[in-house]
């Protein structure tokens, strides 16, 4: 099995993205999966940093078989969902340098993430009136510790900077809808696959979209459709100049 990792900011298309690397009829894609922290919980288990498990891993034997039952604990966590071979697991928490760090470790190569980035100020006008349609502040999201826009993006940048950063192909949400052929040619590059034209008005949306709206209570969240559908967010009225000197400062793949 052949393991490939789509990650990145909310709001920038990894959803959409997903969906349309899912009409290869080789590959199976799929978001809302709980393997990254499921292979992270194993993985942390084995290294037993705070030596709680010290007395379960004596065993030569035990210490050895870590990284090839972690291989084998990804492939039988699959076969729950496909026969295919290549996969793409997406998830917004695969683009840490940690979690790269440990399928390294686990595959013996660098694994190779996709990161969908867009605009942060467009992001912060996307879910502002995401939050608005449903009777919400987004501003209150943005002063809890665990908001998820500032724990990615802070995450992005710390391995942009890393020695992990030759892992990431960022894609752009502009690129991947105003040049979405020329994009999708370059992340087929990037994975070393032949190139295949999906037919986007096939794209799907998946019904498990509906039970994660409910859990976040945000209708809207999900909102993939078929074609290439850009999302049409006035930042200027949305928020003040002040606030898209700001987000706009936070760019960093535009430079």
């Known amino acids: 099995m052949k393991l490939f990792l789509i990650s990145g900011l909310p709001r920038s298309g990894r959803h959409f993205l997903t969906e349309v690397i899912n ?11 709980p393997l990254c922290e499921l292979v992270y919980r194993q993985f942390n288990m084995f290294w037993d940093r705070d030596r709680i498990y010290q007395k379960d891993l004596v065993r030569e034997e035990t210490q050895k078989m870590q990284y090839p039952f972690l291989r084998e604990y990804i492939k039988n ?32 190569v660098e694994p190779k993430v996709i990161c969908c980035v867009r605009n942060m100020e467009e992001i912060v006008s996307s ?57 999708m040619k370059k992340i087929y590059k ?35 459709k078929p074609g290439l559908n850009k ?13 898209i000197k700001h987000w706009k400062k936070m760019n960093w793949w535009n430079k």
Not at 23 to 33: E, G
Not at 192 to 220: F, M, S, W
Request: zero cysteines.
């Open 190 to 224: 990037f994975i070393n696959q032949p190139y295949y034209k999906a037919d986007l008005n096939k794209i799907k949306r998946d019904k498990v979209y509906d039970k994660v709206e409910e859990i976040n209570g945000l209708q809207g969240l999900h909102n993939v």
């Open 77 to 108: 966590f699959y076969s729950n969902f496909t026969d295919k071979k290549i996969i793409f697991d997406s998830s917004s928490t695969w683009h840490t340098r940690y979690n790269i760090w440990m399928l390294k470790l686990i595959y013996g």
């Open 23 to 33: 009409q290869n009829p080789k590959f199976f894609a799929i978001t809302k999966t």
């Open 127 to 183: 879910y502002t009136k995401l939050f608005y349609d449903n009777k919400k502040f987004f501003e209150d999201s943005l002063l809890r510790d665990d908001n998820n826009l500032i724990k990615t993006y802070n995450e992005l940048w710390r391995t942009r900077s890393s020695s992990f950063r030759n892992a990431l192909h960022i894609v752009k949400y502009d690129n991947l809808i105003d040049d979405h052929d020329n994009t």
């Open 231 to 243: 999302s049409k967010i006035n930042v200027k009225e949305i928020l003040s100049e002040i606030q």
